[in-house]
């Protein structure tokens, strides 16, 4: 993904800016790897760290940074992959005194608050894609602008953080009534985008075209829509003309020709076999592609029958196994690798005989995601949240439905029938990032 990277010198930090730290999260002592700096106590522990370069948010910033002399300041403007590569050896391989426990176990709780925080704000915002989806067909304009608000948002993280936090939501504060599948799907999407070559302006218009992906649907009986049986006959006819429809609706909404195109390609499978054209690889848009794996990965967890839902283990199994054949090879391979070996969702059994749910995968440690475990004396609400990387006496060694679950660990941890994520640009409130 190709973008402009703003990087200053260690000496340029000052308060105001909104910084990256581009290390993972047991590296620096700070709750989040992105925040705008608050004080000078801020500034003095991240010059601790070893960096000699950070990258920043100008948009995000109260600020500029600090100036220097000629001599000693280079602009840095490039591709940011290759600037993160170029400082990558000058991390400390050492981890830092505030892994001691007392400060690990600090951290971990607020994790969890930047976790609760983060499913608060996918409340807010479920619940203005609902009216979008209700309005689409009166409000086009305006629904239209919605979707422009959250996307810009959501791509704004996707563009700037070293690596996306996508968590899996635990349903404290959110329920299944939130659920929102083409939220779910933009969210995937682009967390997959993340991982290839396309523009900035090409994943504004991803963004855009998994959010309304399905507004093809208003004009589909909710019967059809909501049916747990598999469509035949004249309603699978009438289910597949969604997205024709929707590209209709797209251009009559004044939206950019290749969200239509998008709109219409993304049921299309590289072996032919999807619709409304029967499609092959080299004929279907990118993008639509890239929807075509978030869709249909969303739609095996979350079918319309919950006793045909599949775990996010599961799901990326049958993906990868069953229906390769429909999807761009390199780009399922990216998908699997993004969500991890155990995706956010999974429920686990580990080594030590304890139960958890996965939060958050580590991209880089696939095998040592962050996990929420099941403690009988702990408060549902403050659950014991881990690290993986940094519990090297614990490991997963199985992934369950909720159904093979104690009566009483079922009940703990008490987990959505809808898997649901989310990303959003500022997870936690300022107040709680240092």
């Given at each position: 993904?190709?973008?402009?990277?703003?990087?200053?010198?260690?000496?340029?930090?000052?308060?105001?800016?909104?910084?990256?730290?581009?290390?993972?999260?047991?590296?620096?002592?700070?709750?989040?790897?992105?925040?705008?700096?608050?004080?000078?106590?801020?500034?003095?522990?991240?010059?601790?760290?070893?960096?000699?370069?950070?990258?920043?948010?100008?948009?995000?910033?109260?600020?500029?940074?600090?100036?220097?002399?000629?001599?000693?300041?280079?602009?840095?403007?490039?591709?940011?992959?290759?600037?993160?590569?170029?400082?990558?050896?000058?991390?400390?391989?050492?981890?830092?005194?505030?892994?001691?426990?007392?400060?690990?176990?600090?951290?971990?709780?607020?994790?969890?608050?930047?976790?609760?925080?983060?499913?608060?704000?996918?409340?807010?915002?479920?619940?203005?894609?609902?009216?979008?989806?209700?309005?689409?067909?009166?409000?086009?304009?305006?629904?239209?602008?919605?979707?422009?608000?959250?996307?810009?948002?959501?791509?704004?993280?996707?563009?700037?953080?070293?690596?996306?936090?996508?968590?899996?939501?635990?349903?404290h504060q959110s329920s299944d009534l939130h659920y929102q599948h083409s939220l779910n799907v933009t969210v995937l999407a682009l967390m997959l985008a993340k991982s290839i070559d396309i523009s900035e302006q090409e994943t504004h218009l991803l963004g855009m075209s998994a959010l309304l992906h399905d507004i093809g649907k208003a004009e589909i009986h909710e019967h059809i829509l909501i049916k747990k049986d598999t469509l035949a006959g004249s309603e699978l006819k009438q289910y597949q003309e969604h997205s024709t429809t929707g590209a209709r609706m797209a251009t009559d909404a004044g939206l950019d020709t290749r969200i239509a195109k998008i709109l219409l390609h993304h049921h299309e499978y590289a072996d032919g076999s999807g619709f409304p054209l029967g499609l092959k690889s080299n004929e279907i848009d990118?993008?639509?592609?890239?929807?075509?794996?978030?869709?249909?990965?969303?739609?095996?967890?979350?079918?319309?029958?919950?006793?045909?839902?599949?775990?996010?283990?599961?799901?990326?199994?049958?993906?990868?196994?069953?229906?390769?054949?429909?999807?761009?090879?390199?780009?399922?391979?990216?998908?699997?690798?993004?969500?991890?070996?155990?995706?956010?969702?999974?429920?686990?059994?580990?080594?030590?005989?304890?139960?958890?749910?996965?939060?958050?995968?580590?991209?880089?440690?696939?095998?040592?995601?962050?996990?929420?475990?099941?403690?009988?004396?702990?408060?549902?609400?403050?659950?014991?949240?881990?690290?993986?990387?940094?519990?090297?006496?614990?490991?997963?060694?199985?992934?369950?439905?909720?159904?093979?679950?104690?009566?009483?660990?079922?009940?703990?941890?008490?987990?959505?029938?809808?898997?649901?994520?989310?990303?959003?640009?500022?997870?936690?409130?300022?107040?709680?990032?240092?």
């Amino acid at each position: 993904m190709q973008q402009h990277a703003h990087f200053i010198d260690i000496n340029q930090l000052c308060v105001g800016l909104y910084i990256h730290l581009d290390l993972g999260w047991m590296d620096h002592p700070f709750t989040l790897s992105n925040f705008k700096v608050q004080n000078d106590t801020q500034i003095d522990k991240i010059k601790k760290i070893g960096l000699k370069k950070l990258r920043y948010d100008p948009n995000r910033s109260d600020c500029t940074p600090l100036s220097l002399t000629p001599l000693s300041l280079t602009p840095i403007k490039s591709d940011i992959n290759a600037e993160l590569a170029k400082h990558t050896h000058q991390v400390p391989a050492k981890k830092f005194e505030h892994t001691l426990p007392e400060a690990k176990q600090e951290r971990l709780k607020q994790l969890q608050r930047a976790i609760n925080y983060n499913e608060k704000k996918f409340v807010e915002t479920s619940n203005i894609v609902k009216d979008i989806n209700r309005h689409i067909l009166t409000s086009p304009k305006e629904c239209v602008q919605q979707a422009k608000t959250i996307v810009t948002d959501m791509v704004t993280t996707a563009l700037m953080e070293g690596d996306i936090a996508i968590h899996a939501l635990n349903g404290h504060q959110s329920s299944d009534l939130h659920y929102q599948h083409s939220l779910n799907v933009t969210v995937l999407a682009l967390m997959l985008a993340k991982s290839i070559d396309i523009s900035e302006q090409e994943t504004h218009l991803l963004g855009m075209s998994a959010l309304l992906h399905d507004i093809g649907k208003a004009e589909i009986h909710e019967h059809i829509l909501i049916k747990k049986d598999t469509l035949a006959g004249s309603e699978l006819k009438q289910y597949q003309e969604h997205s024709t429809t929707g590209a209709r609706m797209a251009t009559d909404a004044g939206l950019d020709t290749r969200i239509a195109k998008i709109l219409l390609h993304h049921h299309e499978y590289a072996d032919g076999s999807g619709f409304p054209l029967g499609l092959k690889s080299n004929e279907i848009d990118l993008l639509a592609k890239i929807i075509a794996i978030s869709n249909t990965y969303d739609n095996l967890c979350n079918p319309n029958n919950p006793l045909h839902a599949k775990t996010p283990y599961e799901t990326l199994g049958v993906m990868y196994s069953q229906l390769r054949a429909r999807f761009d090879e390199d780009l399922l391979k990216r998908f699997i690798k993004s969500l991890g070996i155990y995706p956010p969702g999974s429920i686990v059994k580990l080594s030590n005989s304890q139960y958890a749910t996965v939060v958050s995968s580590n991209p880089n440690y696939p095998l040592r995601p962050y996990i929420k475990v099941h403690k009988p004396d702990d408060d549902p609400f403050s659950p014991t949240i881990l690290d993986l990387r940094e519990e090297a006496t614990i490991s997963i060694t199985n992934c369950l439905r909720p159904s093979q679950l104690p009566a009483d660990v079922l009940s703990f941890i008490s987990p959505r029938k809808n898997v649901s994520y989310f990303i959003s640009p500022d997870t936690v409130p300022e107040a709680i990032t240092a």
